[in-house]
């Protein structure tokens, strides 16, 4: 199992509402097009500073990838995604692997790294999450591993 991750910000806060509306329509038209997806709105991105959206996309494996990529800007999907994609002001994203826990969207995330030296092992034995996620393709800034974690005020769930 595989999570396309896309962090990303509106163009000016005062647009809040209107981008967080027409995130929710680009979603609810994906349906069918990957196995899950959801939108959070987090007061702080897992790097840097600042806060913006969380957009997970869970797919089977790297050729759904490519489907993703196609589905999302074509057929009835197209709209959707150039409504929100207009009153974007930057973004970044990530692929991540599941290494370990259920392949589901996690309510709340721990964003690390492991220690330099560390083995993956030791690193993967010492962590107690019900989930793990570690990155495998890096599109801009993004942590190592995510961690599932209780949800938090930090983090709000927008879809579904």
């Known amino acids: ?22 995130l929710v329509e680009f979603h609810r038209a994906l349906r069918g097009a990957v196995a899950e997806s959801a939108a959070f709105r ?58 370990r826990g259920a392949s589901a969207v996690p309510d709340g995330a721990r964003w690390t790294g492991k220690g330099r030296g560390e083995s993956y092992e030791s690193f993967l034995d010492r962590e107690r999450a019900h989930a793990v996620w570690q990155r495998q393709l890096v599109l801009g800034p993004a942590p190592e591993f995510c961690l ?13």
Do not use: C, K, Q
Request: charged letters at 30%.
């Open 1 to 22: 199992m595989l999570a396309y991750l896309f962090w990303h910000r509106p163009e000016g806060a005062e647009e809040r509402e209107r981008y967080e509306r027409r």
């Open 148 to 160: 599932t974690a209780e949800g938090s005020p930090e983090r709000l769930r927008l879809w579904p």
């Open 42 to 99: 987090l007061e702080r991105l897992p790097f840097g500073s600042g806060g913006g959206y969380e957009d997970w996309y869970l797919i089977d494996d790297w050729p759904d990838l490519g489907e993703l990529n196609r589905a999302a800007v074509t057929g009835v999907r197209r709209a959707p995604h150039d409504a929100v994609a207009r009153l974007a002001a930057e973004g970044w994203g990530a692929v991540y692997r599941l290494v």
